[in-house]
């Protein structure tokens, strides 16, 4: 049997976990005190997902960047291939919230919105 402990992100208390797994299947997490804990903890050990935020150029506007983030999370393992599809990308202004600066990043199926409003 394998053991994994974690820190739950699932909410604000924090709470440490110990996810117990037996040939790739969770058996039981234990140590939180919330329903979202316990499903964190199983899929963290399965499959973990993360949201990514950054920022990207933008031309002819009152701001030379905007911040952007995924639309949902992502793979974890890639992250490095979503910031590398971001990295020279310019958009034009203006530029308002929820804008899709670029879809099915790294062959995701999740696009990058723009998470702040730039004028020109």
Do not use: Q, W
């Not at 590398?84 to 999740?110: K, Q, S, W």
Request: proline fraction near 5%.
């Amino acid at each position: 049997m394998e053991t994994r402990n974690l820190i739950c992100i699932g909410c604000p208390m924090g709470c440490p976990l110990t996810v117990r797994l037996k040939d790739g299947e969770v058996l039981a997490v234990e140590g939180n005190t919330c329903k979202r804990g316990a499903e964190y903890g199983k899929k963290e050990v399965t499959n973990p997902t993360r949201i990514v935020t950054t920022t990207v150029r933008v031309n002819g506007g009152t701001e030379n960047m905007v911040s952007v983030k995924t639309r949902e999370d992502i793979p974890k393992d890639k992250i490095f291939d979503c910031i590398r599809a971001l990295r020279n990308i310019t958009i034009p202004a203006p530029v308002h919230i929820g804008d899709v600066i670029l879809h099915d990043v790294a062959h995701t199926g999740v696009d990058i919105v723009a998470t702040k409003n730039i004028e020109r």
